[in-house]
Every structure is written in C-alpha cells, then in structure tokens.
C-alpha cells in the first residue's frame, strides 16, 4: 500500500488538489490521499480503514458496519492489498477506503490446498507451505501481492502449463455489498466466482480464499538462446513437456536489433541432496539491479545487460527450488528516483502470431521511441471460467516495463504509446492485461473483452447502489 505523507503529496502535486476541495488546514486534514505503484494517482479517500482479516468474527462485523455506513453516506467503498495495480483499480475518489494487511494462510495437507484470507500476501504463503515441501500452484513473479487480489486481477505466473491464478482456486467467501456472505465456487454460486476472478473487487469484498499447492522441488534451469522468430513454436513445445515445471522468455531491448533475439529459460526437477530441500530463500533477480537500472537512456547498457542475461546468467548456472523462484521481492528491480516510474504494460498473443506483434512494436517503438526496459515471455493456458478471460485460448504474454518520467507530459505519451500497440494486439486476435494504466480506449477495452457488457450488467444486479467502484470502473464500466 502506498499511503502519501504530507510532504509526498506536496511533491507529487496532489497538494492543489487537496488545497481545492478544503479550505482550512484543519479540514485538509481530514482526508487521506492514497496512491498506487505507478505513483500518478493521488486519490483523497473520506475513510481509510488498516484492516485485519483477523480474528474472523470482528473484521467481518467491521467490514457489514462500514459497508452499511458508506451506503448510507452515498460513499463508494474500495479495497486494496499492496496496490501494486497501477490504473487507481484500487482506488476510488471520496471512498471508504479499506488496505488489507497481510494475514496468516493455513495449509490443508490432505486436501492439496491452502487457506488465505483478505489480505494474505504471497510472501506469507511460502512461508508456510515451504517447511510442509509445498509450493503455490500460480502466483505472480513477485511475492508483494495479496492472494485475493490475485484473484481479483485473475494474475498468471511463469510455473507451466497453468491458466491463470483462477483455475487453481477451489472457493472463495464473497461478501456482497447488502453484507450477506456466500461462498463461491465451480459448484456453488458459480457465476458469481466467474465474476469475482479477474472482477476487480467490484463484486464484493473476499474474505477467505482456498488455492491449491503443489510439491516444492530442486529445479535447474537451462538457457537457449535462439532468433526470436523461433521463439514461439518452441516455447510452446517447452511448456508441453512433462520434464519443465517453470519457464520464461525474455526479448533483446536495445534499439539495434529490437526484439529480434530471445533467451528461453526453462527449469527441470534435479534430485535433491540426502538432507531434503533447503528453505526457500529470497530470489535473486536473473537481472543485477544495477545493470537492470543503468538501462535508462542507454543503448549500451541495454546491451551489456543483454549479454548478462545470455551469456554470463548461463555460464553461471542456476539451481533453486521452486519456492526460492517464487520468493521474490518487487524491489530487486524497482526504481528509486522520485522523479521517475516503470510503468508496466502485457499483451496475450496467440502464439503464432507472437513474431507479428513483435515486427508491430518495432514499427510503433521507432517512432514513439519509449524508455523500454524489459520483456518478459510467458506462457497462459486457456482460461473458460473468468467472465472478463484475457486468455480465452492459450497465450503468449509479453510482459513489458518502461520507465517513465511523472509528469502529464510523459503520460500523455504513454497513452499514445499504449493504444497503440492495444491496436496492433488486437488485430492479431489478443488482448490486453487490465490492472495497469487506464490508458485503452473504452472500444478497445470492448473489443479485448468481448464480456465486457455482461460483466457491467450482472454488476448492477449484484450491486445495484454501485457501492463497489474504482477508477477502472468509472473509466470502462460505469456510464
Ligand atoms: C512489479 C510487478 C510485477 C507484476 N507481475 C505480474 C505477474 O507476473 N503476473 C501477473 O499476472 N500480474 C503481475 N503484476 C500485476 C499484479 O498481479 C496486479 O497489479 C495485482 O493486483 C497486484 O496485487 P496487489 O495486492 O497489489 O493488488 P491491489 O492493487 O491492491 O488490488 C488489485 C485489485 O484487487 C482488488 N482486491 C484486492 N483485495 C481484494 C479482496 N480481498 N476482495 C476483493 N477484491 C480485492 C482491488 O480492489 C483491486 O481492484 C505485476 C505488477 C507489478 C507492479
């Protein structure tokens, strides 16, 4: 969660905005302005709640009182874990805001799962399954993230051949903004879970979540370098083979030669010593961050980073479990300049057309020349449960990070940016991941979700009083 001091808000602007709305330094106190990772979205909420999912009994009479209570006031509510989504999707002007704090997660052996609850981050998943010889069947790369907020972004992983996060839930307990709850599932209150997955906290507020888990193991990794032309067919080939547990793909970003050679990588279980696993550790970044920072206006860099990434990350090899893959922080690469953002964007391509996205961004880079920083491959099985899929067959993602100054300029031409490669993404029959920047255009957000109006209207039925918003909604939805 990013909570902006005073003196943060002074620096981002945010200021005016509070200077505008409330005259008197004792009323400018009143409200409290949240923001998100991208750091472009001071928002002033009326109630900011630090909630608890524990114990059970008090959080949920909590959360009834301050649903009820919001409703009455015509107040929106919003919740929000780590806030790393980057659009305002957790966030909500004049709200009720509610930040989860992490919470604790019980495994069930017997079952193959474990129990999360509203504000359970991924880090405290690993803490414990690992000393069980568990692992998280899906997660994303990081371990910052809340477990119901991946749920409600319906996030993939690198761990293969997996659909995203939602098809290795089991159920969820939802409630709804009159403060019933129920649980949802594939057997019970089925449209429901599919509209939760990926529905953005805009159903309803999840109190517990069960997910399944996996063996924990010794993986080592083998790095191909290969054309990126080649890249598609084989990484497809990769995660079809029983032997790989994990993969991922990375693309050449030096302007020379952009995107025109990839790096697969792809991990295969190797016997563990007589003493078992070692604990999970923190996970190193394939990427030093030093290298991966010095990427910022130049070319050198970007290519003396590349040959890290191809030469010296294989000479010097990699073996680790799976838990240690899984466990690591947002801030191995993360930026510290105040003046600055990486700004996130991923496409999902069926993969034979991965090559024609990759000649369209040579095409739109040249003359849009954005700060580009990294991509990412992945692979993300056909998702036919979530409402709003973005993998309704199987996909290639191409996870991409820029860097950005925060200024409206430099957004300005991100927007550019970003619609359109939206554009190119969807003329070759993809889509686009919805919890970073607002920046498509409502037709194309309509042309990548094709559920998008049955989304908005079970929406209304669910919540009628629209208790349940951020700014994704007002800016797709809503209206
Ligand atoms: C560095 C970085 C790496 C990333 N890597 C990946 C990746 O590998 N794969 C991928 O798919 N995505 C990735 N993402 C995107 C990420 O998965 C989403 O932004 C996700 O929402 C982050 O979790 P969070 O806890 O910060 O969610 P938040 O931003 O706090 O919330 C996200 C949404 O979930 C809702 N929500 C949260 N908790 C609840 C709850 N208990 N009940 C109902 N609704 C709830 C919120 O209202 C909001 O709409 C990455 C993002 C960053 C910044």
């Not at 509203?118 to 399954?129: H, K, P």
Request: a neutral charge.
């Amino acid at each position: 969660m990013i909570s902006h001091t005073r003196r943060a808000v002074l620096k981002t602007g945010a200021a005016t905005l509070l200077a505008q709305g409330f005259p008197g330094p004792a009323a400018a106190q009143r409200r409290t302005v949240l923001n998100d990772a991208s750091r472009l979205n001071p928002v002033p909420v009326v109630r900011h709640w630090l909630a608890r999912a524990e114990p059970q009994s008090d959080f949920i009479e909590r959360l009834r009182r301050e649903l009820l209570e919001a409703a009455s006031e015509r107040r929106p509510v919003v919740v929000g874990a780590a806030r790393h989504s980057m659009g305002g999707q957790s966030l909500a002007r004049d709200a009720t805001a509610i930040t989860l704090a992490d919470d604790p997660c019980l495994p069930d052996r017997a079952a193959g799962t474990f129990r999360a609850y509203a504000g359970t981050r991924w880090r405290t998943v690993i803490a414990a399954l690992d000393p069980l010889g568990f692992s998280p069947a899906v997660m994303q790369s990081n371990h910052d993230f809340g477990v119901a907020s991946t749920f409600s972004v319906n996030a993939h992983g690198w761990p293969v051949p997996y659909g995203p996060f939602g098809s290795t839930v089991r159920a969820i307990r939802l409630m709804l903004a009159d403060g019933t709850i129920l649980t949802c599932s594939p057997a019970e209150n089925e449209e429901l879970f599919r509209l939760a997955m990926g529905g953005y906290g805009l159903f309803g507020v999840i109190l517990e979540l069960e997910a399944e888990m996996v063996p924990n193991a010794l993986l080592k990794a083998r790095f191909e370098a290969m054309a990126a032309g080649e890249f598609a067919s084989r990484f497809v080939a990769a995660v079809q083979d029983d032997a790989v547990r994990m993969a991922y793909g990375r693309l050449s970003v030096a302007a020379q030669g952009l995107m025109e050679q990839a790096l697969m990588v792809t991990y295969r279980p190797q016997p563990a010593s007589a003493s078992g696993l070692p604990p999970a550790g923190g996970a190193a970044s394939t990427i030093t961050r030093r290298v991966y920072r010095a990427q910022i206006g130049s070319e050198t860099a970007k290519r003396v980073r590349w040959i890290a990434e191809t030469v010296a990350g294989p000479a010097l090899g990699s073996v680790a479990t799976r838990n240690t893959l899984l466990n690591e922080p947002v801030s191995n690469l993360a930026d510290e300049d105040d003046s600055r953002t990486d700004i996130l964007h991923e496409y999902f391509l069926p993969p034979e057309r991965l090559t024609d996205f990759t000649a369209a961004c040579r095409d739109v880079f040249a003359r849009r020349d954005p700060e580009f920083l990294n991509v990412t491959l992945r692979y993300v099985a056909a998702d036919r449960s979530s409402i709003l899929a973005f993998a309704p067959t199987p996909r290639i993602a191409a996870v991409m990070s820029f860097s950005q100054g925060i200024t409206p300029k430099a957004d300005e031409k991100m927007l550019g940016l970003t619609e359109e490669l939206i554009d190119q993404v969807i003329a070759l029959g993809g889509s686009f991941y919805l919890p970073y920047r607002l920046h498509a255009r409502r037709d194309q957000v309509e042309k990548a979700y094709p559920n998008l109006a049955q989304f908005a209207a079970r929406k209304r039925h669910y919540d009628p009083g629209l208790l349940f918003r951020n700014l994704m909604w007002d800016a797709y939805f809503g209206g």
